[in-house]
Each structure stands twice: as structure tokens, then as C-alpha cells.
């Protein structure tokens, strides 16, 4: 069973189109974070989420919305694509009563054309 | 400003021996370290962690070093297999999540 899993793992769009991610989890954990990798390969935090606070990075830009629907599933929502957008983006979730851990998913790669 | 950093992106090790992955930070306030593991086309997975308060931290053929007072931590794995080859990330954090380095890729030579 996939602890983590996002859909889809690859989408092609054109520049100014809206797209979803979606991210699902089943280990019970209560935060859940979006990761983009761009093209230098870092890995850059996006968003923490649990039930009861988001905290964004300043650096993203506002097309950019995490919806949490419930506790398990945390999606990001980017609005009027750009090419720069273009990146593997991961979903992470983690049990901050356990551990510091976190659980990645398999990534996204999202290509702006 | 890169508050994590690999300095070396790739590193070579011939099969059996140890390979030594370095990283360094600069922000104090880190309260634990994590080193992930990352197959192409694939989600990072979990290795081996470390919290501040401790300087070495053991799990197999896996040990993770942390000298706080010089911004360093290391991981070393012995003896390497072939499945090692991948790329290594350093993570430090807090509550609020992780920063990443920018990675090493192992390769281990047969």
C-alpha cells in the first residue's frame, strides 16, 4: 500500500491554464507539506499544512493554492501557469506528535509548454 | 542563500568501501537533521536521522555525524553496495519543515 501517493505523476499544459495535484496519504499523519525540485535540483518548501494552520513560504506566489478537503489529502492548485512553474513537485506528510519524519510521495513533473 | 549545502554534486566509491557525504549548514536554530535517499523518477526516502542534541547516530551500514559547532554533518555507509548508487539529501529543520541541500549522487563502482 502507498503511503503517500499524488496524481498525476506527469502533466503537460500550456501557459496560462489552471491545474490540480492531487496528494493523498494513509498514515494517519496530521501535517502535510508541498515541495517543488526545480531545475538546479533543490528541493524547496512550498507549504506545511495540519487542521489547524498553514504556513506558506513568502517566496511562492499566490497562484499557488494548497485545499486540504480533509486530514488525509492536501491538493495545490496553480493558477495562470507560467513556464517557470515547470518542476517535480512533491507532497510530503509527516506525524509531528511521532517524529520529524517526513514521507514523500513519487512527484509530479509538471511541464509548461 | 542556501542554508544547507552539499559541496560535492557527485561522488564515486568502488563497491566494499566507505563513502563519506558531507554537508554543512548555517542556520543555528536547526533542531535535527535528516539524510533522505532518492531513485530517479522517485519520492526521497527516509534514511537516517540525527537531533542536535546528540553527535552520532548509528542503523546498520548507515551513521550519521553532527559537529555543531562546525556546521557539519556527514554520513557514512560501509561497506557500499551497488544499490547505494542515488542521490543523497541532506535535510534540516524544524517544525515548520525541511531545507534541503542540493544533493550528492553516489555511484558505486563494481
Known amino acids: 500500500d502507498t503511503a503517500v501517493s499524488q496524481t498525476p505523476k506527469y502533466l503537460v499544459t500550456q501557459m496560462g491554464n489552471d491545474k490540480s495535484i492531487k496528494c493523498e496519504q494513509n498514515?494517519?499523519?496530521?501535517?502535510m507539506y508541498w515541495y517543488k525540485q526545480d531545475s538546479k535540483k533543490f528541493l524547496k518548501i512550498m507549504f506545511s499544512y495540519n487542521n489547524k494552520e498553514l504556513i506558506i513560504n513568502e517566496t511562492v506566489p499566490n497562484r499557488f493554492s494548497p485545499k486540504s478537503p480533509d486530514k488525509a489529502h492536501l491538493n495545490l492548485h496553480i493558477n495562470s501557469l507560467e513556464l517557470g512553474d515547470s518542476a517535480v513537485y512533491f507532497c510530503?506528510?509527516?506525524?509531528?506528535?511521532?517524529?520529524?519524519?517526513?514521507?514523500f510521495g513519487p512527484g509530479t513533473r509538471l511541464t509548461v509548454t | 542563500d542556501q542554508q544547507v549545502k552539499q559541496n560535492s554534486p557527485s561522488l564515486s566509491v568502488q563497491e566494499g568501501r566507505i563513502s563519506i557525504l558531507n554537508c554543512d549548514y548555517t542556520n543555528s536554530m536547526f533542531d535535527y537533521f535528516l539524510w533522505y535517499k532518492k531513485y530517479p523518477a522517485e519520492g526521497p526516502t527516509f534514511l537516517i536521522s540525527?537531533?542536535?542534541?546528540?553527535d552520532k547516530n548509528e542503523d546498520g551500514r548507515f551513521t550519521v555525524f553532527l559537529n555543531k559547532s562546525a556546521k557539519h554533518l556527514s554520513l557514512h555507509i560501509v561497506p557500499s553496495q551497488p544499490g547505494d548508487s542515488a542521490v543523497y539529501f541532506c535535510?534540516?529543520?524544524?517544525?515548520?519543515?525541511?531545507?534541503f541541500g542540493k544533493g550528492t549522487h553516489l555511484i558505486i563502482q563494481p
Open positions: 498514515l494517519g499523519h496530521d501535517t
Open positions: 540525527i537531533s542536535s542534541i546528540k
Open positions: 535535510a534540516a529543520g524544524g517544525a515548520d519543515g525541511l531545507t
Open positions: 510530503a506528510s509527516r506525524d509531528r506528535t511521532i517524529s520529524f519524519r517526513q514521507y
